[in-house]
Each structure stands twice: as structure tokens, then as C-alpha cells.
């Protein structure tokens, strides 16, 4: 071929809604050099954009998920492609109208129109529905369908016009080659059956292929092809005489995991109901192969009995409808249901855009442009669909499988915010699990690890301690009063928390100090032995993560963070290592556990398994020490995420249990108790009005508004500094809050408690939205007890007016109002003990 | 004729797509990303006989030669109007040759109709899609001694049996067989209806009919199956848009056709 | 007789050409026998065409007759082939891939409890015989083997070039009445309608063939007009038929009609298998098609990438145009 790009700036392997958005958006970023392949034809090269059903129903609990929704929606409108044909979600058990009830709250949050129906109003919208089956409905006029392969189409002629982009279709890539670099590989060509690219970047948005490009070059991109039934059924007259493609809302029938979909006179009919069918990569037919597309496998019958049967109920003329086309669908699943986006942490410059939904696609596009272009994306905070969210463990298809296979029927199911797995646990455990077994724990999964969230063998407590039951199921799920009864005990004796799941890296060298203060906000250049906690930005002066480093020794820090970043944090730490060998970056998370001791003996109480001396004098707050405990080498570190006073102490993970038991011997004289994740998590560090990533910390907001600037700013020059700076020079429209509800009963009468899952809107007292001058909305980012003074506390950023303690407003939980007020706000958001005098005994 | 005893034979075959891959032993299709279907000319035999039985009052049986899996084409067939389900196991993972699944299909029909009395009419494909044998519905009327007809395109009931009608290049034929008679038939017979999803749902309750069988293999051995060497063919591009119609006329003069 | 027994028959399919290519065959495994042809016909046309015939290689005519006789009849057919095999003691029968050929192959092979290869391409002579022979309507080859004392063969259509194999000469022409029992006249022709006498999909020089990308039953208009200036014939996909656009009797493909056009101008047709097999044996292929890696454009010897409803009004345009200077 004589027109073959053997050079290109970037090329993006995959025509579906993905790679077509992308290069669209790229190109009106001002990528020039663009090259789109496909190893099939245009339109539809047969990936699961051709067989997408396209339609979208925007509500959803996840703030990044809408994001990336309502501007995909956005996009679509704007090209003329959507139709805006409304939907309705039909419930049939209570259990799915509390559901509901919770979407209601998520749709006020996001500010999109929904309402609660009656069935005989869900009848009214849809004429043929069987009302009797139904409990009510949830209805969204703004949901759409869409037509994704026009405007795939139109998106990538927008480039091709712009003159950025060449496109190759029934072009096979047979390899992505990459060279060595000074840490690892980078992209240097892409290689075609018909000839080589050479090529800086290259991005993978190949739906369910997008595993075996990876692998070409070395990379992971976890996610399995898995199955998606649906059928045409018809024609039937009352769709026929309406003469449009869509004249009824979509209807979809949550507790059976079904939708229905006019298409001009015949219905779709679509499950996620079925048994999980996956596939591997290997499996999926070529396009000659393929009796249809690769994408729209045979139709295995007997999965779909079941669907057939309920859809028939909830619509009798169903079953009279022919079945003239039927497939069993690909598309992509991931270990965790969400899309597997950005930068590959394998590969230098090779990104991944996967397992995104049709009503993702073009919101992915923009987000994936704005991040290749300035280095973090504008559009939302990819924290929950960072390809680099993964840890080795769950890379592999043993994991994928075995999470897709748990989540393929949750597609409609509803899901807890706390919910926890099922499969593959206990894959990855600290070394006192056995310990922590026997005293009953119960575990949560955190970044894979086993962490106990509370022990039953604390029950005793409950009778020492006054804590609030919920009567409400969905609010008792996942949780345990226990936690607030440890939370107590511990403040009143002293706690032993494992967190074996901090992930800890280590950088050394002689460039270790540079490299550090360059990665952080805070100044790293301080005395060995003492811990800085500081804010980690992107370029936009957003938040990318906080953490503690340790200066262990002149040129050696440890850089200690939570377990559901720690796989992010180490991307982000790895790719900006410097190009000389003067920094190297260890991962020590499996060399080293740790250990917490908390409560107001703590101190007494360690002072009996070592010499050394504990005493503020000797051992201020925010120091580290190597000492030894019964004779094993820890290294000792005066902080509190709780706050109380007390240690994190870590030591080898070959002295792990041997430490674990020396404390435990010495706590009998201190009533110790085992205290759980949901004390160190949320009730402890909620008191101390301290915040987490991902909840209150996201790339929208900046330290100050986070409450996180310090007086000064070092000299250094550190990643962000530039907006850092101007953060804290200009007026700030937002603040960090704590609040507390001033009534948690509902109008039932008992006491309910929000979640704190992003979802839950801070409301006026008239009941309106509230938005800062950046548009940015007011929710709850984290929920909690704050057991210590008898408060329910959320945490959430406010308009800079609102910031004032004492204010009134509202919270929506489960589509009820609360009473709440400001309480702090500021860098201090302490609700209890704000001089942290506790800490510093 | 009082009550209209239609039998249908059918086989499972697989849907390929425009590349049809061999396992390596060269024996068989490698299906394993294929659906399976049965021939179109039997899809449209089942509709000839579903209506015969609609217009006359009448019962239709599927039978089938294959491995368990041929269930799926069973009930295809019954979810299509299909009253009653029989499958001769097959568990050999290969076809049998037209000899034995003649041998096959005449025994278990003989079977059949000593329980329940004779069939007014069988029913089978010209040929099957995969094989290709043409031969199947032949051998086994003979084995039964009925007369058959292959290659219809219409068939309609009368007193004392079936007049069938074959399309030929110079017009059409007509044959008037006394039942009870068997005919091959062609697709383009009928357009045939799909499954609606209460006969998808009705087809589950029927049961299947399984007959075991240990009929004699034929003669013919399939030493090996391949897809023929492809000739590597540069298509000429005429052009991309309407403009081309210009390169077509010249094409047409060329050879002659304007 | 140490020959090959052929049945010709000049009423089905397009028959002076099939019947040369089958004598071809005929001829070829004659002299891999050392033996003669015999033709086996109940044609009455058989002095007309018997020079034709003894160009390709017939060296003898067996004209048979029964006077309850007076169309086609497979059974009978049949049981008369089987009547002159055990008189003439032939080394194979064999015949056209034509629904006649099949079906009268099948039949004597079902008498004689023999295999019968369908569709053959070539056929060895050995101990076991051997043949290659056509699956999917020619996507597949499939070698197989015979343990039989008598073979039984149909050839796949187009399967060879016809050669004249001598010069045409006098023919001897055996008569035989053949005895028939009433089964084998059950299946005898009642009535035959003829049709006008005029070009067929099969006949044609070229056909207009359209598929799904035609769009609807009208779509179909603008290839008729085409198929009109060109005179020739429209045929469509067996997705088009599925949705009841056209007629099955236009349906090209596997199991519709297979043809061999001097120029088949495919439409819209994405080309899958059972399609390609019915129109492969056209001598060109022109496709028009919007996706430029559809099969049908593959394997096309022309192409042009567009929508057909752009290009082939304007191609009608163009010849009308050139028509009229």
C-alpha cells in the first residue's frame, strides 16, 4: 500500500465508539498526526459497538460514571445523534423500590429530572405494560438512545477533515513493539499485516480484543469478553402504527435484569439475567470467521428461557413476537465493573481505553484526550476507572473471571456501597490473619487485602457502650455496631489495628531527595526521622493522593499510603522517576506489616515491650524511630489517623506475628481489643475530620479548599506547584465542611444513616441543589459515627458562604430530607479534642 | 385422510460465517465459535408440514439422526409447530455415512409406526447444507418402500395422496403420488416462520424421543475435508463514488454487453 | 462392457454446456479404465444431439423406453439404469450434479444399496476408488473413498472445461425397453406447465443481483432497470427473500440457483458462503458495495466502493447515454 503511515504521533488501535471519540477529541486538542486502525471494515468493524443496544440511562450512584454519562449525552445531542425517548426502571420487590428511592437521591445529586411512579402511571407512559406485576416505577424523560455508529463516523471525519487522522481499516495488528528505557519500556511502533508505524503513543481502545493487544506489548489491560443476550422480537401492531423507532420510553425490569427496547415495530429484548457466559480473547472469531459479527455470537437458547418467560409477564404480547434475530453479544467486563482507562503501567506511553459502555463513549474520548494532552483529565476524577487501579494479583484471568463471573447479574442488581466480594478472597493476607481469625474478625477487602472491619469477639463491648442499632436493613448491610463499641474502647483503653495493607515504597539514592520533593507538596528536605503528610498533585493543582513519607535516612524515604491507591500511587511514582539511575523505587509492601497501637495507654502500654523511651520528649508526634520490640527491629512511627495517641509500628513481615502476639501479651494489663478497619477508616479519622482520597480528595478539588495548604510553600519545585501557588492567592469558592445531622429519624420513625458514598446531595433548606461558582456540587463525601460525641458527621465541600459553622441545611438520603448543620470547616474540621491534646500525650 | 401424520427428518448443521475453518485432523468443521442450524430446505419442510397439518388437521414429528446436542434443532422445530420429538443417537462425534443414517432413520420410522401407525407423508431436505449428499431421503423411502420426489417447490394434500410441483428451467412439473409418499423438499417451498417466544417457551415441555441404533455403516469413507487453495484475486477498484459509473459503461463495452 | 455408463438428459439445466462438461468427465474416466462411454438417456432429442455428444466423447447411445413411460420419472428412470447395469455390467455410472442427476443417482444407488458421491470434481480409479467432491456448494473439498463394485457419481456443476475429445462421428444406438413396477411409475410427471420460451436466471448472460444493502422491494427497481439495458436477469441474496423482497426463484446461492453468468454485478451483497457458491462460476464479477472488505468485493475482479444506489442509476445514465451518441 502506498499510502501507508509509516510514521505517526499516536495511533489508536480500534474503530468502535471508543477510538473513533477519541481521535475526534484529540484532533480538537490538536493531535496532528493521528492513525485510527481496525482489522475490520467501516462502518461497523464488528466489535460490540455494532451491536450495541444504545441507549442510555444516565443516573447512576457513581459521580464519575455520570460524568463521563452526561457528557457523552452531551456530545450526542450535540451531533444530532440521540434520541431523548425517556425510560423507566420497573420495580418488582420492595426491595428494588428502596433502590429506587436511592437512585431518586442520585438523580437530585446529578440534577437530572426523575420521578417515583406509581405502576398505574408507569402504565399510562407504557400502554402495554402489565401494571400488576410491578411495584412501582423510576422515571427519567432524559433517557436516550443514540445512533454510536454514526457518530463514531462523524467523530473521526471531524479529524480526518482537520487533516489529523489516516485511518486503516481490515488492517490486523500483529505486534506493538517497545524499547528499553531506564525503568522499563516505551512504545516505538505499531506493526500491521501491512507495514510498521512508528509511533510515540499508542492507545488500545479495542473492547474485548484489548487484552491480547496488550499483551503484545508486554501490557495488561484486565478484562474478559463476556456474553450479553438479546433478541428481536416482533413485529407487533402497537409498535408498527406508532411509525417511529422509539415511541415508547425503554423499559427496563430491574428485578429480572431485563430491558425492553422498541425498535421501530419490533422489541428488543436484552438480559443480563443469564447465567455469566465468559469467553477468552482466543475464542472470538475472526470477521470471515464470524456467521454474523465476532461480537454477536451464536445464540445459546436455553440461557434465555428464563428471560423470556418474565419479559412475557411484564409485556403478554411478547410472546406472540417472532425471534428473527438473536445473538449472544460480547462485550467487556472488568474485575470490577467499571472501564479500564489511561496510561498502562507496563508500558510507557501505551494507554488503555476498554470496557466502556456506549453511553461512556464519547465522555471516555474527551477524558482520555484531555489526559494524553495535559497529563491528568479535566472532565472527572478517573480514580475509579484508572487502568493502574490494579494490583498483579488481579491482572491475571483467574481474577477477572472470577470477579466477572460475580458481577455479570449485578449489571441490574443493586449493589451495596459497602458491599464486599466473594470471590478471591483471602488471596492476599497479612501475616497475623491466623490471629486475627480467631479473634473473629470480620474482613473487608481493601486494594485485595484481607482487613478486619470488626471482631466479633468484641461483642462483650456492647454492653459497656450505648451504641445505636439501625432498624433499617439497607443501612444495617455491611456493618456492624461493634464498630462503634471499639471506637469507644479504644478511647477509653487502647486498640491494636492491623493495617497490613499500607502500601510502602521506598525511594533511595542519591537523587531521592529531588525526586520526593518534586513528587510532593510538603517539604521533604527535613531531619531524618521525621514524617511529612502531604497532598500529592497533578498539574492542575488537583488532588492525585496524600500520603506520609518517612525520612528513614539522609537519601532513604518511605512513602506510606492507604490500599486502595497504593497500585495508583505507584504508577504515578514510577513514571516519574528521573531518567538516571540516581533514584531507585521499591515496592516493600509484601517486605514490611504494620501494626497500629492507639487509645490513652498505648504508650504505657508499649513502653513494656521495648526499652526505648515513648515520652513526647523523647518521641514527638510525626517522628520515627528503629527500635526494637521484644527484640525484634520495628521501626516506630508517633502518628494518629484516629485520634489518639500511639504508633505505627512496622517490622518485617517474618516478624509479623511474633510482634503481633509481643503486643497482644503485653495489652492483657491495657484491655486491649483488636479494633477494626471501620474505627481506623471512618469513625476514628471522621472525629478528626480528616480526609481520604477519593472521597474528599479528587482532582476537582485543591489543598486549600481541601483544607490541606500549609503556611508556607517550600522552595522546591514539585508537580502542580505552579497551580499550588495560584490556589492559594486567589479566593476560594469552595471548603472543605464537617457536619453534623441534627436528626437522623426518618418518616417512618426510626433513625436512618446516610452512607457517605458520593451520592447524597447537600440540599437548601428549600430543598435546592447547591453548586459553587465552579459548578462543582455540594455532597456528602463521607458519612460516619463519630461515636465519641454521639453524632452522625458528613463531610462535604460547600460555597464558600455556606462555609460558616452553624449553618442549616438539608441532606437527601434514600429520597428523604435531614436536618444537618455546618459544624467545621477549614484546615481543622476536628469535631472532637480539636487541640489534639490526646494525641500528644 | 383423517388426521395428517407428517414426518419431518432434519440434521444439525453448523453456520458459518464466510471462512469455514477444518479441525486439524482434517475430519470435520471446526465449530467452535459456530452456531448450529439445520439446512434451509428443511427449515422450509417443517413449515410445508406444519401447514399441511394446520390446513388438515394433522400431527408433526421431528426426527433426527445426530449427537445429543441436535436437541437444539428438535426443538427449534417444535417451537415452530413441530407435536413430537425423536433422536437416534449418534455419539460417534462423526457424521454417519447416507447409508447408515438411511439404514438409521427406516428403522427407527418402522419403529415409530408399528407404536402409532404409519405416516401419511415424509418429509426431508434436498440435501443438507454441509454434506451434501443428496441421498439421504431417497434411500431411506426406499428402505420404507415409498415413493419419493425430490426437489419440490410446492406441495398440497389431496384424496389418496400429495400432488408436489418442481420448478425446472423450462417450467414446472407436476407429480400426483399416492400417499403414503416422501418427498425431498427445496427451499422457496414457503417463506418458513420464526419461533415466537411462547413456542420457544412451549417447545422446553416437550419431551425428546432418544432411540439407540446399531445399523451397519455404509461404504463411502471420508479420507479428509479442506478448503480449497484460494486464489489470490486483486480486485480492480472502478471507483468510490457515482463517477465510477463512467469505468463500469467501459468494462460493459469491453466485454461486449452495450 | 468395460466402460463408464453416462446419463444424459438435455431437459434440465443449461444443458448443452452441463452435458459437455459431464461428458468431459465421462470421457476422462473412460480412458482411465480403457473403456468406452455409454450413454444412458430416455431423451427423445437423442438424434438430434447425438453428434454433440459424440464429439465430447460418447461412444455408444442406449436409448431407453417403456411405453407407461412419457416424462420423467426418477424411480423409473432409476430402475431402468439399474436394468442396463446389470445387462452391461458397467465400471461406474455416472451423471450431472442437476436435481435430475442427483436424484436419479441416488435413486439406483438406493436399489443397489451402493454409495453414491455427490457433486464430485474428479474421480480415481483404483482399488478403493477414490473422489473429490464438493461440500458448501464448493467452499469445502471433501476426498473420499468407495469400497463398491459399481460407483456411482454425480459431477458438480462447472466443475470442468468441456473438451471435444474426437472428431463427431455416427453413433450406434442400442434400444432397450425397460420394465417398470407400479412404485417406479408413481412418481412419473403428471402435468408439465412450460414456460415461455425466453432467458432464465440460469441462461442468462448477466444478472443484476442485489442483497440487503438494496434496502427494500422497491430498492430492487433500479436493478431492474439496469438488468433491462443489459438484458439480463435480476437475482437477489437469500437475505432478501427472507424479507420477503423477492421471489426464491430469484434467490442465487446455495440453495438457490447456481449460475454462471458472463458477468454477475453484485449489489449490496456482503457475500457470505451460501451466497458465493451459487455465483462463483461467473466468468467476472463486478461488485458494488459500500464496504470495501466485503467478501463479495474480495472476490470480485471489479469493484466500486459506493452506495448502489448512487452507482447504478448512474451507470443506466451512462450506457443510455452512450446508446443514444
Known amino acids: ?841 | 385422510m383423517g388426521v395428517m401424520r407428517i414426518l419431518v427428518c432434519v440434521k444439525r448443521v453448523p453456520a458459518p460465517g464466510a471462512r469455514i475453518i477444518i479441525t486439524e485432523d482434517e475430519q470435520n468443521i471446526d465449530s467452535g465459535h459456530l452456531g448450529f442450524t439445520m439446512s434451509p430446505h428443511e427449515e422450509c419442510a417443517i413449515e410445508a408440514a406444519t401447514q399441511l397439518s394446520e390446513q388438515h388437521g394433522g400431527e408433526v414429528t421431528i426426527l433426527t439422526a445426530g449427537s445429543s446436542a441436535s436437541e437444539e434443532q428438535l426443538r427449534y422445530a417444535a417451537s415452530v409447530g413441530a407435536s413430537s420429538l425423536v433422536l437416534i443417537e449418534n455419539s460417534s462425534g462423526n457424521d454417519w455415512d447416507p447409508q447408515r443414517t438411511a439404514r438409521a432413520l427406516s428403522t427407527a420410522v418402522r419403529a415409530l409406526e408399528n407404536e402409532s401407525g404409519n405416516y401419511d407423508l415424509l418429509l426431508f431436505g434436498n440435501e443438507a447444507a454441509d454434506t451434501g449428499g443428496y441421498q439421504t431421503g431417497i434411500r431411506t423411502a426406499h428402505l420404507l418402500g415409498r415413493p419419493i420426489v425430490n426437489a419440490i417447490n410446492g406441495i398440497e394434500a389431496e384424496e389418496g395422496g400429495f400432488v408436489a410441483r418442481r420448478e425446472t428451467l423450462s417450467g414446472v412439473e407436476v407429480y400426483r403420488v399416492t400417499g403414503p409418499a416422501a418427498f425431498g423438499v427445496k427451499e422457496g417451498i414457503n417463506l418458513p416462520r420464526y419461533p415466537t417466544m411462547k413456542g420457544r417457551l412451549a417447545s422446553k415441555k416437550l419431551s425428546v424421543r432418544v432411540i439407540e441404533d446399531h445399523s451397519e455403516p455404509g461404504e463411502q469413507y471420508r479420507l479428509r475435508l479442506f478448503r480449497p487453495a484460494e486464489v489470490a484475486k486483486e480486485t480492480v477498484i472502478l471507483g468510490t463514488d457515482s463517477n465510477a459509473a463512467g469505468a463500469v459503461v467501459d468494462l460493459l463495452e469491453e466485454m461486449g454487453l452495450v | 462392457m468395460s466402460g463408464i455408463l453416462v446419463l444424459v438428459d438435455s431437459c434440465e439445466a443449461d444443458a448443452t454446456e452441463t452435458i459437455n462438461e459431464l461428458l468431459t468427465h465421462g470421457r476422462n474416466l473412460a480412458n482411465q479404465v480403457n473403456g468406452t462411454l455409454e450413454a444412458v438417456t430416455f431423451d427423445p432429442r437423442y438424434t438430434d444431439l447425438a453428434a454433440g455428444w459424440s464429439e465430447h466423447g460418447v461412444d455408444l447411445i442406449r436409448y431407453l423406453t417403456n411405453s407407461s413411460l412419457q416424462d420423467y420419472g426418477p424411480q423409473a428412470w432409476a430402475q431402468g439404469i439399474v436394468q442396463i447395469t446389470s445387462l452391461v455390467e458397467p465400471v461406474a455410472v455416472i451423471a450431472c450434479g442437476s436435481d435430475r442427476g442427483h436424484e436419479v443417482m441416488a435413486n439406483v444407488a438406493a436399489i443397489l444399496d451402493a454409495p453414491f458421491v455427490a457433486n464430485c470434481l474428479s474421480v480415481m480409479v483404483g482399488e478403493p476408488w477414490q473422489a473429490s467432491r464438493v461440500q458448501w456448494g464448493g467452499s469445502l473439498i471433501e476426498e473420499v473413498s468407495v469400497k463398491t463394485a459399481l460407483p456411482i457419481v454425480s459431477f458438480a456443476l462447472h466443475s470442468c472445461e468441456a473438451k471435444l475429445s474426437k472428431s463427431s462421428e455416427p453413433l450406434e444406438i442400442v434400444f432397450h425397453e425397460i420394465e417398470l413396477d407400479s412404485e417406479a411409475i408413481k412418481t412419473v410427471v403428471t402435468e408439465r406447465t412450460e414456460k415461455p420460451a425466453g432467458q432464465s436466471l440460469e441462461t442468462s448472460a448477466v444478472v443484476v443481483s442485489g442483497g440487503r444493502g438494496v434496502g427494500s422491494a422497491d430498492g430492487f427497481d433500479v436493478l431492474e432497470t439496469l438488468a433491462g439495458l443489459l438484458n439480463g436477469k435480476v437475482g437477489c441474496s437469500r437475505a432478501v427473500t427472507n424479507n420477503g423482497w423477492r421471489s426464491h426463484t430469484d434467490q442465487v446461492g446455495q440453495t438457490g440457483k447456481r449460475i454462471a453468468p458472463d458477468l454477475y454485478i453484485a449489489c449490496g451483497i456482503s457475500g457470505a458462503i451460501q451466497h458465493w457458491v451459487g455465483a462463483m462460476a461467473s466468468k467476472t464479477i463486478l461488485a458494488i458495495n459500500t464496504d470495501p472488505e466485503a467478501n463479495m468485493v474480495k472476490k470480485a475482479d471489479y469493484a466500486v466502493i459506493a452506495n448502489l444506489h448512487d452507482v447504478i442509476p448512474a451507470v443506466s445514465h451512462e450506457i443510455v447515454r452512450r446508446n443514444d451518441r
Not at chain 1, 451531533?79 to 428502596?98: K, P
Not at chain 1, 487522522?165 to 501491512?194: F, P, Q, R
Open chain 1, 1 to 841: 500500500m502506498s499510502n501507508f503511515p509509516t510514521t505517526a504521533r499516536c495511533v489508536v488501535i480500534g474503530a468502535g465508539i471508543v477510538g473513533n471519540c477519541l481521535v475526534g477529541h484529540l484532533s480538537d486538542m490538536g493531535w496532528d498526526d493521528i492513525v485510527l486502525i481496525d482489522k475490520g471494515p467501516l462502518p461497523n468493524p464488528g466489535g460490540s459497538t455494532g451491536h450495541a443496544s444504545n441507549f442510555i440511562f444516565p443516573v447512576d450512584h457513581s459521580k464519575e460514571i455520570v460524568d463521563l454519562t452526561l457528557e457523552s449525552q452531551r456530545q450526542y445531542g450535540a451531533l444530532g445523534m440521540q434520541n431523548t425517548c425517556g425510560g423507566v426502571e420497573v420495580a418488582r420487590s420492595e426491595e428494588r423500590m428502596e433502590e429506587f428511592r436511592r437512585r431518586m437521591t442520585s438523580a437530585k445529586c446529578w440534577g437530572i429530572e426523575s420521578s417515583l411512579m406509581t405502576p398505574a402511571e408507569v402504565k399510562e407512559l407504557v400502554p402495554f405494560i402489565n401494571e400488576e406485576v410491578i411495584l412501582g416505577g423510576f422515571y427519567t424523560p432524559s433517557v436516550s438512545a443514540v445512533d454510536s455508529l454514526e457518530t463514531g463516523t462523524q467523530m473521526r471525519k471531524r479529524a480526518q477533515e482537520a487533516g489529523h487522522l489516516k485511518v486503516l481499516t481490515n488492517t490486523e495488528v500483529l505486534d506493538i513493539e517497545t524499547i528499553e528505557t531506564s525503568h522499563g519500556k516505551a512504545i516505538s511502533a505499531v506493526v500491521t499485516e501491512d507495514g510498521t508505524i512508528s509511533c510515540e503513543t499508542v492507545v488500545i481502545a479495542s473492547g474485548v480484543w484489548s487484552p491480547k493487544l496488550a499483551a503484545m506489548a508486554g501490557a495488561t489491560i484486565p478484562l474478559t469478553p463476556a456474553v450479553h443476550q438479546m433478541a428481536d422480537v416482533g413485529p407487533f401492531d402497537v409498535l408498527v402504527e406508532t411509525n417511529q423507532e422509539l415511541a415508547y420510553p425503554i423499559v427496563r425490569d430491574m428485578d429480572t435484569f431485563c430491558y425492553e427496547r422498541q425498535s421501530s415495530g419490533s422489541m428488543e429484548v436484552g438480559s443480563y439475567g443469564h447465567r455469566p457466559i465468559l469467553h477468552r480473547v482466543d475464542d472470538i472469531p475472526s470477521n470471515d470467521e464470524a456467521a454474523l459479527s465476532p461480537t454477536e455470537m451464536p445464540f445459546t437458547p436455553d440461557d434465555f428461557d428464563q428471560q423470556m418467560e418474565e419479559a412475557i409477564e411484564l409485556m403478554d404480547f411478547l410472546g406472540d413476537g417472532e425471534i428473527k434475530y438473536a445473538i449472544n453479544g460480547l462485550l467487556s467486563l472488568t474485575p470490577d465493573a467499571n472501564p479500564v482507562l489511561g496510561p498502562t503501567i507496563e508500558v510507557e506511553n501505551l494507554w488503555a481505553a476498554a470496557a466502556v459502555w456506549v453511553k461512556e463513549g464519547p465522555g471516555v474520548g474527551k477524558l482520555l484526550a484531555e489526559w494524553m494532552t495535559y497529563g491528568y483529565p479535566e472532565l472527572t476524577d478517573p480514580h475509579g476507572t484508572d487502568v493502574s487501579r490494579f494490583y498483579p494479583q488481579q491482572r491475571n484471568v483467574n481474577h477477572i473471571e472470577a470477579r466477572a463471573d460475580e458481577h455479570f447479574n449485578k449489571t441490574y442488581g443493586i449493589v451495596h456501597p459497602r458491599e464486599q466480594w466473594n470471590s478471591r478472597r483471602n488471596i492476599t493476607v497479612g501475616p497475623v490473619k491466623s490471629r486475627t481469625d480467631d479473634l473473629g474478625a470480620f474482613y473487608f477487602e481493601a486494594g485485595g487485602w484481607e482487613r478486619p472491619h470488626w471482631y466479633q469477639s468484641n461483642s462483650d463491648l456492647l454492653a459497656n457502650y450505648d451504641v445505636p442499632q439501625r432498624t433499617h436493613e439497607w443501612d444495617a448491610r455491611w456493618w456492624s455496631p461493634l464498630s462503634d463499641a471499639e471506637h469507644l474502647h479504644m478511647r477509653e483503653n487502647a486498640g491494636l489495628v492491623d493495617l497490613s495493607a499500607f502500601q510502602i515504597f521506598e525511594a533511595s539514592g542519591i537523587g531521592a531527595l529531588e525526586y520526593v520533593e518534586k513528587m510532593v507538596v510538603n517539604k521533604c528536605d527535613v531531619p531524618v526521622g521525621k514524617s511529612i503528610y502531604t497532598p500529592v498533585l497533578n498539574e492542575s493543582g488537583g488532588f492525585r493522593s496524600d500520603l506520609t513519607i518517612v525520612r528513614l535516612q539522609e537519601n532513604l524515604f518511605r512513602i506510606i499510603t492507604g490500599a486502595f491507591d497504593g497500585a495508583r500511587d505507584e504508577y504515578w511514582f514510577r513514571s516519574h522517576l528521573p531518567a538516571d539511575a540516581s533514584v531507585n523505587l521499591e515496592n516493600k509492601t509484601n517486605a514490611i506489616c504494620t501494626f497500629g497501637v492507639w487509645g490513652p495507654k498505648a504508650v504505657a502500654l508499649l513502653s513494656r515491650v521495648t526499652e526505648s523511651k515513648l515520652d513526647q520528649d523523647n518521641f514527638p508526634y510525626g517522628t520515627s524511630q528503629s527500635l526494637l520490640v521484644e527484640g525484634l527491629p520495628v521501626d516506630m512511627l508517633r502518628i494518629s489517623y484516629v485520634g489518639d495517641a500511639g504508633f505505627e509500628i512496622y517490622t518485617g513481615t517474618q516478624h509479623g506475628l511474633a510482634l503481633w502476639d509481643a503486643l497482644w501479651e503485653a495489652g492483657k494489663d491495657y484491655n486491649l481489643r483488636p479494633i477494626g478497619a471501620a474505627v481506623y477508616g471512618t469513625s476514628g479519622r471522621l472525629e478528626k475530620g480528616y480526609r481520604l482520597m477519593g472521597s474528599e480528595l479528587e482532582n476537582e478539588y485543591n489543598p486549600v479548599e481541601a483544607g490541606l495548604d500549609r503556611n508556607k510553600v517550600k522552595a522546591a519545585d514539585f508537580i502542580g506547584k505552579t497551580a499550588y501557588v495560584k490556589a492559594r492567592a486567589v479566593k476560594q469558592v469552595a471548603q472543605l465542611c464537617a457536619l453534623t445531622m441534627d436528626s437522623n429519624k426518618c418518616s417512618a420513625g426510626y433513625e436512618r444513616f446516610p452512607t457517605g458514598s458520593g451520592n447524597e446531595p447537600i440540599l437548601t433548606l428549600d430543598g435546592d441543589r447547591i453548586l459553587d461558582d465552579k459548578g462543582r456540587i455540594s455532597r456528602v463525601t463521607t458519612a460516619g459515627s463519630a461515636p465519641s460525641i454521639g453524632k452522625y458527621v458528613l463531610l462535604a465541600y460547600l460555597p464558600i458562604d455556606k462555609c460558616i459553622p452553624g449553618t442549616a441545611l438539608q441532606v437527601l438520603y434514600q429520597n428523604e430530607l435531614y436536618p444537618i448543620t455546618v459544624a467545621t470547616t477549614g484546615r481543622n474540621l476536628s469535631l472532637y479534642d480539636s487541640e489534639d491534646a490526646r494525641m500528644r500525650c
